[in-house]
């Protein structure tokens, strides 16, 4: 595993590169590069939990231009190359991150002050239920009701509506044990998923 530290105020940022070189070899697979913080630690060595940017898809897109380079480092000791192409990795992942955060904000908060505006009594209910499903966009009506500490035939009433409004849409076509997708939501979160 190879790591390149770049100084990046206040604190030191870290790139892993944790599939193709290893040892001085070009190794086919592995995982996904990340980028963690160190010094601050959230587990041992000072890494979060989870990585903060995925570049996976960058370097899918990228895939022979990542190769090259990585094998000019093992050949010639091209670092600068390739950490100049990693790091405009770095930065199109974040610029696309920040892109999705903002998109989703929107969205909630657009939901938000339609279920507000637009249905009365029920609104408490929906705006609970809309909660929970930012936080796990797939839900059954069971999940729901545990998760929001409401009755079973609220969250029934509630769905319907968020439903009727276009918010949720019931995945499953059955009329018993039906799950319930934050639709929107999640075409936003899988955009750029796709197999190329």
Do not use: C
């Not at 000019?72 to 992942?93: I, K, L, M, N, Q």
């Amino acid at each position: 595993m190879s790591r390149v530290s770049i100084a990046w105020p206040p604190t030191r940022w870290q790139l892993k590169d944790q599939s193709p070189i290893a040892l001085g070899t070009v190794q086919a697979g592995g995982g996904p590069a990340r980028l963690t913080k160190t010094g601050v630690g959230r587990r041992p060595g000072g890494t979060f939990r989870e990585p903060l940017l995925y570049l996976s898809l960058y370097l899918k897109q990228h895939r022979q231009q990542y190769y090259d380079l990585l094998t000019r480092v093992r050949t010639e000791g091209d670092w600068e190359t390739w950490v100049g192409f990693f790091a405009d990795g770095v930065t199109e992942s974040a610029t696309g991150a920040v892109t999705t955060a903002q998109r989703l904000t929107t969205l909630a908060r657009d939901d938000r002050t339609r279920i507000e505006r637009d249905t009365g009594r029920l609104a408490g209910t929906m705006l609970r239920l809309h909660q929970s499903l930012l936080e796990h966009p797939i839900q059954s009506a069971t999940q729901l009701a545990a998760r929001t500490s409401v009755s079973m035939p609220a969250v029934n009433k509630g769905l319907a509506a968020l439903e009727k409004m276009g918010t949720v849409q019931e995945i499953t076509g059955r009329r018993r044990r039906r799950i319930f997708s934050y639709s929107r939501y999640l075409h936003i979160l899988s955009e750029g998923t796709e197999p190329l």
